[in-house]
């Protein structure tokens, strides 16, 4: 697999876009900014987006992509869990705040086509199988086992601490990436229990659930862009060889 880097920040500000990763070129793993991409030729090409949760920094960009691909004659797959295609529906693609793009340009080809996944269950998309695993953030949130026949990474969401994700892990064949959450430095640690993310401390608390092999890389992501100074600092001090933070632009096979 192909992992592309388009957003790994759990927010906006010069230099930092939101969550978006690309797998092959053609899959979206969640909408927060698609601006790295090279343009219409490059967008053009995702034929499919799976979404973890509603926040906004996780599907800002899924709009302005869905019309984009209406012009071009193409639509977009959208998948999500009932609770997230039914808040797309009622809050996004609701005709106030954006066109009902289900039925636009006609009901026939629509610029979305909306595919419900269960907590759990896995979906088929251009040979890759997706698993949606349930996570513990503020409103239904699930990561995902992404797998083809040679590897499998996983995906955290939005997360606090869980404990289902890290079953998957231990129970996944060729584990080769696990890309997770930190949102907030340590001595932020109330926050990010309130509102259900980590810090570099309370990672290392999870990462002890998941018996990870060394082959298996950790990237870092959805940093908090005012905290992003101190929580690498605070990464950094970790000294795990496996660890990264991942970058805008950043690309790896797995």
């Known amino acids: 697999m192909r992992l592309r880097v388009l957003g790994c920040y759990g927010g906006e500000l010069l230099g930092h876009q939101s969550t978006a990763f690309l797998i092959n070129g053609h899959l979206l793993i969640d909408?927060?900014?698609?601006?790295?991409?090279?343009?219409?030729?490059?967008?053009?090409k995702?034929?499919?987006v799976v979404l973890s949760h509603i926040h906004l920094d996780h599907i800002k960009a899924l709009p302005f992509i869905a019309e984009l691909l209406a012009e071009g004659g193409r639509g977009v797959e959208v998948f999500g869990t009932?609770?997230?295609?039914?808040?797309?529906?009622?809050?996004?693609?609701?005709?106030?705040?954006?066109?009902?793009?289900?039925?636009?340009?006609?009901?026939?080809?629509?610029?979305?086509?909306?595919?419900?996944?269960?907590?759990g269950g896995t979906v088929i998309v251009n040979g890759l199988l997706v698993k949606a695993i349930p996570v513990n953030h503020t409103?239904?949130?699930?990561?995902f086992l992404i797998s083809d026949s040679l590897a499998s990474m996983l995906y955290s969401g939005d997360t606090g601490t869980?404990?289902?994700?890290w079953s998957e892990a231990n129970n996944a064949q060729n584990l080769r990436a696990l890309m997770v959450e930190v949102s907030y430095p340590n001595r932020l640690k109330d926050r990010a229990v309130i509102t259900k993310h980590l810090t570099p401390h309370l990672l290392t608390e999870?990462?002890?659930?998941?018996?990870?092999?060394?082959?298996?890389?950790?990237?870092?992501?959805?940093l908090k862009p005012p905290f992003v100074d101190e929580i690498r600092k605070e990464i950094c001090g970790l000294r795990m060889d496996n660890l990264i933070l991942l970058?805008?632009?950043?690309?790896?096979?797995?």
Do not use: C
């Open 31 to 44: 909408a927060g900014s698609v601006n790295s991409l090279g343009g219409v030729d490059e967008i053009s």
């Open 46 to 48: 995702i034929r499919h």
């Open 82 to 119: 009932e609770e997230t295609i039914g808040f797309l529906k009622q809050h996004i693609f609701n005709g106030s705040v954006w066109p009902d793009l289900s039925r636009l340009p006609t009901p026939e080809n629509p610029a979305v086509r909306y595919s419900t996944m269960r907590e």
């Open 139 to 143: 409103v239904p949130t699930t990561g």
């Open 162 to 165: 869980t404990d289902r994700i």
């Open 206 to 222: 999870e990462l002890k659930k998941a018996g990870l092999k060394r082959e298996t890389w950790i990237g870092v992501y959805h």
């Open 247 to 254: 970058e805008d632009g950043d690309t790896f096979e797995t």
